[in-house]
């Protein structure tokens, strides 16, 4: 059983240990918990790089005390060009998801940090982006040694991948999956970085760096093009908030699931969870059946914001949630729809020694995204865009500079006794589910963080590399509780002990007497910096 992690200064959690270091160091400089998370959030798009990109998408949640929660939506759009005709005139019944038709939306995170640095300036912070990005570009230029899981995911997507424009160049070795512990170096990537600093990160979008990936982008056939680049803006906007018995918990608005994440924290206060055993059968039931009933919602109505027609805070009132507590039984399982799929992500989270805190995830989709790196630069973009639908009567139909629907989900919680918590995984339709165990076991059941992290989890539906929508359970639980839930009648397999499908659960806890507490997942790469 690893142990919490405690310190009095500051805390940075990352699932690689050498991101949540690279933030760390910028604490110890006298950054703040923005400008740390830029140095983690640029360090792991190196060193993790099969799980995230500078070519995806990024969202953030932020406190700081005495001050109202802010959320950042760094999601690009649909390319202006794009449309369902685009596709089907090629041949298509839906959208590539490797390829340069699959890089069809505008990579937000660029934009995120840009909106976020803004924010820091609010709170004094004054350190030079050369010095946030340092990290980033030496790993780069100096080398990374390669994960368990990179080499291990290269090596199950390595058909799918291999034949992708730059690809190959890029992230694999004499034509193979590299082996872990082999190192790699992501020079042109590097060089990016180092462009960024001496420009301003408004360079990714409207200036030099643009200019070269616009090129690069039309060259291998991809619809975004410069004026897509040039017209992207990241927003600062309010983020949904649940009203818990223990204090109040933030997420995303949509396009991403950060209602479902809300919505079962929300039944599970209502139907008690804290009085079951939280690695119960009794308990994961009624965590996976809060869980449907949060999917129904987003499978209905969660889109883009700007074409949903409805606010959708309206789904955490009072006498809505109530409702849908209402509709889950103790005795049997309800039936459901299907996930909607894979989602290589990373979440980080930074508290400073202030108390401000940061919530963070930054993705391209699927394992590599599009699989598409762009020559010069190395940018290795996203397939978002691949979620969208054809069918025009879709809730997430295409659209020119829509915002395709998002996984994605970066929580924070403020809790009634003074505490201050942001938490996050990785992983699909595993996102929200993760939360739930972790916000449960630690808040309700008074798990510490690390044990709360650790304890055997389960995945209703799918995430990376995996599409069967049963009730996957790590090997970890006994076969009683198999049992139990099958009898209840969940469709149940079993995974390994320690299993990634599940998820690279991570979290950080300010204490209201300074102490900090974190836990990062035994299923990643990552750690807990502190000091």
């Known amino acids: 059983m690893l142990q919490t992690i405690r310190s009095t200064r500051g805390m940075a959690v990352a699932p690689h240990s050498l991101a949540a270091q ?46 109202p929660v802010v959320s950042i939506e760094a999601c690009g759009g649909a390319a202006a060009s794009v449309s369902s005709a685009y596709y089907t005139d090629k041949g ?55 994960t368990a899981s990179q080499a291990r995911t290269t090596d199950k997507k390595l058909e799918e991948l291999k ?76 983020p949904l908030e649940l009203e818990h018995s223990l204090g109040k918990i933030y997420n995303t608005a949509p396009p991403t699931q950060g209602v479902v994440s809300l919505i079962i924290l929300g039944l599970l206060d209502r139907l008690d969870i804290g009085g079951f055993d939280p690695e119960s059968p009794e308990y994961i039931h009624l965590v996976v059946e809060a869980t449907k009933q949060a999917f129904a919602v987003r499978d209905s109505h969660i889109t883009d914001s700007d074409h949903m027609g409805l606010d959708p805070q309206r789904f955490l009132d009072k006498d809505h949630l109530d409702a849908l507590a209402g509709r889950i039984s103790l005795d049997r399982a309800g039936s459901w729809g299907q996930g909607l799929g894979p989602g290589d992500t990373v979440w980080m989270g930074v508290i400073d020694g202030e108390g401000r805190a940061v919530s963070f995830i930054q993705s391209t989709y699927h394992e590599y995204g599009s699989g598409m790196v762009l020559p010069e630069t190395g940018v290795n973009w996203q397939n978002r865009g691949c979620s969208f639908s054809l069918d025009p009567q879709h809730i997430n139909a295409l659209h020119p500079k829509k915002k395709p629907f998002h ?64 009730l996957k359970l790590e090997a970890r639980f006994p076969q009683a509780t198999r049992q139990k839930l099958e009898a209840l009648g969940h469709q149940v397999e079993m995974l390994d002990d320690f299993d ?13 007497n300074g102490v900090f507490e974190g836990g990062c997942d035994p299923r990643s790469d990552g750690g807990v910096a502190a000091f």
């Open 92 to 146: 298509y019944n839906r959208i590539p998801s490797r390829g340069a038709d699959a890089a069809n939306t505008v990579a937000g995170t660029i934009g995120g940090w840009q909106e976020a640095l803004a924010i820091s300036e609010s709170w004094g912070g004054r350190l030079p982006l050369g010095r946030l990005l340092e990290s980033a570009i030496s790993y780069a230029a100096d080398g990374i040694a390669v």
């Open 500 to 512: 990634e499908l599940v998820g690279h659960a991570a979290g950080v806890v300010h204490h209201p």
């Open 163 to 238: 034949g992708i424009p730059g690809f190959a160049d890029t992230f694999l070795m004499d034509g193979l999956a590299p082996q872990t512990g082999s190192r790699m170096r992501l020079d042109r990537l590097g060089r990016t970085l180092k462009m960024l600093a001496d420009d301003g990160l408004d360079s990714f979008y409207r200036g030099r760096v643009g200019a070269i990936m616009a090129r690069e982008l039309k060259a291998l056939g991809s619809p975004v093009s410069a004026d897509d680049l040039a017209s992207y803006r990241a927003r600062v906007r309010t």
């Open 407 to 470: 996984t994605l989900n970066p929580a924070l919680a403020r809790l009634n006794d003074g505490r201050a918590i942001v938490y996050g995984t990785m992983g699909g339709d595993g996102q929200p589910q993760t939360q739930a165990a972790v916000f449960t076991r630690y808040a309700h059941h008074g798990y510490p963080m690390q044990k709360a992290i650790t304890a055997p989890r389960w995945l209703l539906g799918r995430t990376w590399g995996e599409d069967s929508d049963s």
């Open 22 to 67: 690279s933030a760390v160091d910028v604490l110890r400089d006298g950054g703040n918990a923005i400008e740390a998370m830029i140095a983690a959030a640029s360090t792991i798009a190196i060193v993790y790089p099969h799980m995230n990109s500078i070519g995806g998408d990024g969202f953030w949640t932020i406190s700081c005390p005495d001050r």
